[in-house]
Protein backbone atom coordinates (compact mmCIF):
# COMPACT_ATOMS: atom_id res chain seq x y z
CA UNK A 1 0.00 0.00 0.00
CA UNK A 2 0.98 3.25 -0.91
CA UNK A 3 1.57 5.86 1.58
CA UNK A 4 -0.55 8.78 2.54
CA UNK A 5 0.76 12.12 0.96
CA UNK A 6 -0.88 14.36 3.71
CA UNK A 7 1.00 14.59 6.83
CA UNK A 8 -1.36 16.89 8.43
CA UNK A 9 1.08 19.78 8.73
CA UNK A 10 -1.05 23.19 7.36
CA UNK A 11 -1.27 23.23 3.69
CA UNK A 12 1.93 20.71 3.24
CA UNK A 13 2.60 17.36 2.30
CA UNK A 14 4.75 14.61 3.78
CA UNK A 15 7.46 15.92 2.29
CA UNK A 16 6.97 19.54 3.87
CA UNK A 17 6.18 20.74 0.34
CA UNK A 18 3.13 23.06 -0.16
CA UNK A 19 -0.34 21.15 -1.25
CA UNK A 20 -0.61 21.34 -4.81
CA UNK A 21 -3.57 20.98 -7.18
CA UNK A 22 -2.99 19.83 -10.90
CA UNK A 23 -5.45 20.76 -13.51
CA UNK A 24 -5.02 18.75 -17.05
CA UNK A 25 -7.30 20.94 -19.09
CA UNK A 26 -5.99 19.84 -22.48
CA UNK A 27 -7.29 16.43 -22.70
CA UNK A 28 -8.34 15.23 -26.57
CA UNK A 29 -11.59 13.42 -26.87
CA UNK A 30 -10.52 9.55 -28.09
CA UNK A 31 -12.19 6.08 -27.29
CA UNK A 32 -10.13 5.03 -24.69
CA UNK A 33 -8.12 7.63 -22.59
CA UNK A 34 -5.20 7.04 -20.14
CA UNK A 35 -4.88 9.81 -17.55
CA UNK A 36 -1.79 10.21 -14.77
CA UNK A 37 -0.92 12.02 -11.97
CA UNK A 38 2.03 14.19 -11.06
CA UNK A 39 4.01 13.25 -8.45
CA UNK A 40 3.50 16.53 -6.20
CA UNK A 41 -0.49 16.99 -6.58
CA UNK A 42 -2.61 16.10 -3.88
CA UNK A 43 -5.36 16.39 -5.99
CA UNK A 44 -5.92 16.46 -10.14
CA UNK A 45 -8.32 17.93 -12.40
CA UNK A 46 -9.00 16.45 -15.85
CA UNK A 47 -10.46 18.16 -18.23
CA UNK A 48 -11.63 15.80 -21.41
CA UNK A 49 -12.68 17.36 -24.57
CA UNK A 50 -16.33 16.94 -25.79
CA UNK A 51 -17.17 13.07 -25.93
CA UNK A 52 -18.25 12.20 -29.65
CA UNK A 53 -18.75 8.39 -28.88
CA UNK A 54 -18.17 6.30 -26.08
CA UNK A 55 -15.43 6.85 -23.60
CA UNK A 56 -13.51 4.31 -21.72
CA UNK A 57 -10.83 6.14 -18.83
CA UNK A 58 -8.25 3.97 -17.16
CA UNK A 59 -6.31 6.25 -14.61
CA UNK A 60 -2.62 5.26 -12.82
CA UNK A 61 -2.40 3.60 -9.68
CA UNK A 62 1.68 4.03 -9.12
CA UNK A 63 3.44 2.00 -6.62
CA UNK A 64 5.14 2.96 -3.09
CA UNK A 65 7.51 5.70 -4.76
CA UNK A 66 5.70 7.49 -7.45
CA UNK A 67 2.27 9.02 -7.59
CA UNK A 68 -0.53 8.27 -6.61
CA UNK A 69 -0.27 7.84 -2.55
CA UNK A 70 -3.48 7.12 -0.30
CA UNK A 71 -5.99 10.12 0.06
CA UNK A 72 -4.79 11.63 -3.35
CA UNK A 73 -8.17 13.17 -5.62
CA UNK A 74 -9.41 13.40 -8.85
CA UNK A 75 -12.00 15.08 -10.39
CA UNK A 76 -12.97 14.39 -14.31
CA UNK A 77 -14.85 16.96 -16.11
CA UNK A 78 -16.58 15.55 -18.95
CA UNK A 79 -19.01 16.47 -21.25
CA UNK A 80 -21.27 15.09 -24.66
CA UNK A 81 -22.24 16.47 -27.98
CA UNK A 82 -25.51 16.09 -29.46
CA UNK A 83 -26.07 12.59 -28.44
CA UNK A 84 -26.04 10.97 -25.08
CA UNK A 85 -22.66 8.93 -24.29
CA UNK A 86 -21.55 6.19 -22.28
CA UNK A 87 -17.98 6.79 -20.09
CA UNK A 88 -16.46 3.62 -18.77
CA UNK A 89 -14.30 3.58 -15.55
CA UNK A 90 -12.04 0.99 -16.34
CA UNK A 91 -8.76 0.07 -15.10
CA UNK A 92 -7.21 1.81 -11.77
CA UNK A 93 -10.57 2.16 -10.77
CA UNK A 94 -12.60 -0.16 -8.24
CA UNK A 95 -14.91 -1.19 -8.75
CA UNK A 96 -15.12 -0.13 -12.87
CA UNK A 97 -18.52 0.98 -13.78
CA UNK A 98 -19.98 3.39 -16.17
CA UNK A 99 -21.80 6.72 -16.16
CA UNK A 100 -24.34 7.52 -18.81
CA UNK A 101 -24.20 11.31 -20.00
CA UNK A 102 -27.32 12.89 -21.21
CA UNK A 103 -26.99 14.79 -24.92
CA UNK A 104 -25.20 18.22 -24.66
CA UNK A 105 -24.72 17.94 -20.68
CA UNK A 106 -22.03 17.88 -18.84
CA UNK A 107 -20.73 15.88 -15.82
CA UNK A 108 -18.43 15.43 -12.81
CA UNK A 109 -17.17 12.21 -10.80
CA UNK A 110 -14.82 12.85 -7.88
CA UNK A 111 -12.48 9.52 -6.49
CA UNK A 112 -10.39 9.52 -4.15
CA UNK A 113 -7.43 7.21 -4.00
CA UNK A 114 -7.38 4.29 -1.31
CA UNK A 115 -3.48 3.23 -2.07
CA UNK A 116 -4.64 0.70 -4.82
CA UNK A 117 -7.32 1.86 -6.67
CA UNK A 118 -9.65 5.04 -7.40
CA UNK A 119 -13.00 4.59 -5.67
CA UNK A 120 -15.83 6.85 -6.51
CA UNK A 121 -17.18 9.46 -3.74
CA UNK A 122 -19.28 11.25 -6.01
CA UNK A 123 -20.52 12.34 -9.55
CA UNK A 124 -23.00 14.88 -10.88
CA UNK A 125 -24.71 15.58 -14.35
CA UNK A 126 -25.52 19.01 -15.08
CA UNK A 127 -26.54 21.72 -17.63
Known amino acids: ???FRLSGA???????RAYEVDVQDAIA???SVALKTKLFAAKTIFRIAQATGALSITIGVGDSTT???SGDEAE???SSDGTGRVVTFSTGFAPTGTLTMVASKKAVANFVF???AWI??????GA
Not at 120 to 125: P, V, Y
Open 29 to 31: YAA
Open 67 to 69: PPM
Open 1 to 3: MNS
Open 10 to 16: KNADSTG
Open 120 to 125: EKSRAI
Open 76 to 78: IWL
Open 114 to 116: DGA
